[in-house]
């Protein structure tokens, strides 16, 4: 088994060293977001401000990365949350992960802060450190020209250099969005980071993964979701399913309806905007979309962006978001938030709270506006801070569109309710994909498992919050997992009989779902319609199995939460608006029942009445002797 190679890189000294990870730590942590937790828990002491020197910036791949599975060109960025002051995590895609891993290297653990802008370059297993004066100032598309063309590029633009909370990390076109992470990268005054190498991703055994790589990638392209819907609308195509299912947020989550939207679908996008679409390094299903603005092609938006920038600012224009969503790419600011954060800027304004230069009726202002925001100029540098930051000066919390101080993902959790419940346990915040993507299961996919129903989605949260960790951590897309569903549940007619018994049948299985996360090594089997834990086994050449799997996502879940735990994060709740203020009027069960749920969600995960976890089940996860205090002795379990 080879383990991975870290580079520990402190900005303050100019120091590069190796980072020694033991063979325990890569066995029970893997790589990516899990690896990094454990890592930022062991190096970092409780109470440091995210943009602080002594925080850490740790970026990493996972053992997939860059092996040619399919969407395996995926790394990770941890850090301490800007936003929450919890647990950050950022997946992105783009090239830079491969690069990093054909470069010789892991993973980075960078600490400090220069004297003036640097990059740092990696290749050929070791790293350096480069003035990078000339880009200071520069946005994220001038910066990544200006560098090595050859090279896996990831820069943040004005945003992360001004410390706007919300600040995000791009490579190429793909965007490490959440948490605030461009920002910690300005504080260190780390413009950029640069890798190149040309050596083949270590395998433990090459030629049984290119075979499982030949059916997976099969199995993809040729599945209703990854191999035909999302190429076809990329994820805008799921508007249309959310304008009939409700869950798309509009005037700050105010209200069920947008009429004007009615030609706002992915299907009104791919007629009037679409020239072409396009994907990550090695992607097979190209989710990516393309549109022209004036004689110059740019990125289309996804879902998120469609929805947090359309009709949650009452905005049925993709002229207006895709020009939007351009300058927030340029500018580096994450989308979610930045959407969030309007559309609550907005209704304070309405409201009388506060006038912070934008409002419903008058959307003219707002490419202005963000740029603003970008460089903290009047208002812009009060918005740079959040809609919880807002909230607590002006009031409203109680319909600020967060969660534990991060912005929620553009699918209101009124209409699936489990989503709400990921939303509220998420340990960095209001993420939809860190909450598990319930959406999925109650709306999106194939199956509708009763979206306004309490029943088994404290079970099935869990199980799909660990499966997500666990993919994540693997280095490979998000995405794949729709693939797992066979096409004769896409294809099946809404309302036809067989899928309304599946759907119900999997609505009354939490007892049986519950036994899986109680004793995942009843699952000590790989099935081919799952195939990460057989992918990492030949990667790796350790043994893996479906319930080895979920108990790793389970680890870097209860890791995460110990994190949170120790800089102060307690409860989970959502904003008021969502629990007791119903999404349709006509309808008092579109609300979120989390208080019916979070009970059971917490004996699920083995954790006590307020949300901590017990010893017993940190026993169980091998994270026993993992206490509050970073001095415990790293990498020696």
Known sequence: ???????????????????????????????????????????????????????????????????????????????????????????????????????????????????????????????????????????????????????????????????????????????????????????????AIIAFGVAAAPVANRDGLTKLTKKWTATVRANAMTGVALPKLGTVGFLAKGYKSGFVPVKNFSQPKFEEAKEFTGEGYARDFLTRNTGCVGCPIRCGRKQMEGQKEIKGPEYETAGLLGPNLLNASFKLVGSWNRLADLLGLDTISLGGTLSFAMELKERGLADLGVDFAHLDSISQVIEDIAFRRGPGDELAKGSAWLGEKYGGLDFAPQVKGMEMAAYDPRRSVGLGLGYATANRGGCHLNGGYMIFLEAIGPLSINPQSPKSKAALTMMMQDLMEAISASGVCLFTSMAIFPNALYNMASGSRMRRWISQVMGRSGGMVQLLNRRPRLAGINLSIIPYPKALALATGQRFNLGGFLELGERGYNLERLYNLREGLKGDELPKRMTTEPQDPQRPETIVPLEAMLGSYYRCRGWNEAGVPRAKKLRQLGIATLGTDPSVAKNKE
């Open 1 to 191: 088994m080879r383990l991975p190679l870290y580079l520990d890189i402190d900005l303050s000294s100019g120091s590069v060293r190796p980072y020694p990870i033991s063979r325990e730590y890569a066995r029970k942590y893997v790589g990516g977001k899990i690896l990094a937790a454990r890592i930022l828990l062991d190096e970092t002491r409780p109470g440091i401000e995210p943009l602080a020197p002594d925080n850490l910036l740790i970026v990493n791949t996972g053992p997939l990365t860059a092996t040619g599975v399919p969407a395996c060109g995926r790394f990770n960025i941890t850090t301490k949350n800007v936003l929450t002051q919890g647990i950050g995590t950022s997946n992105c895609g783009g090239n830079f992960g491969i690069k990093l891993r054909r470069a010789g290297v892991d993973g980075l653990i960078i600490r400090g802060r220069a004297q003036q802008p640097v990059y740092i370059e990696v290749a050929g297993g070791k790293a350096s450190i480069h003035d990078a004066s000339h880009l200071w100032g520069l946005d994220t598309e001038t910066a990544q020209a200006k560098l090595p063309g050859e090279y896996g590029k990831i820069v943040i633009g004005p945003a992360g250099e001004n410390l706007v909370s919300y600040a995000c990390v791009l490579s190429q076109e793909r965007v490490a969005g959440r948490c605030g992470a461009g920002a910690v990268m300005g504080s260190k005054n780390l413009k």
